[in-house]
């Protein structure tokens, strides 16, 4: 007779990562200042309960230029923040503020 064994039984379902109120406040000031220079047109926010992510898009129909991840660290003793601009990785820190600070540092589209 054949035996059926449940993989995911037994496993506790992780934690939710999701971003809180301060984190969605310091992403959409950082977006704002951008929209607001027309670089950026629109957004979007995934909770995928091992992390959330926060994209960022030129327009709306494309891939996400930027997105911004929180994710729980080493053996989830802490959470930690990485940037990416599409599959490169440009900043990994505890720290959103840090991990924000990348932006600052991003060429600026010039128009003639």
């Not at 109120?21 to 047109?41: C, F």
């Not at 900043?91 to 060429?107: D, H, Y």
Request: positive net charge; hydrophobic residues 35%; aromatic residues 12%.
């Amino acid at each position: 007779m054949t035996a059926v064994y449940y993989l995911n039984k037994g496993k506790k379902s992780s934690q939710h990562i999701t971003f809180n109120k301060q984190e969605i406040g310091q992403l959409l000031s950082v977006y704002s200042q951008r929209v607001a220079k027309g670089e950026w047109r629109d957004y979007a926010i995934d909770m995928l309960g091992d992390c959330a992510v926060f994209s960022i898009f030129r327009h709306a129909h494309e891939t996400p230029l930027f997105s911004v991840v929180k994710s729980m660290g080493h053996k989830n003793r802490y959470e930690e923040y990485t940037v990416f601009n599409g599959h490169k990785k440009l900043k990994r820190t505890r720290s959103l503020t840090e991990a924000l600070k990348v932006f600052n540092n991003i060429l600026h589209p010039v128009s003639y």
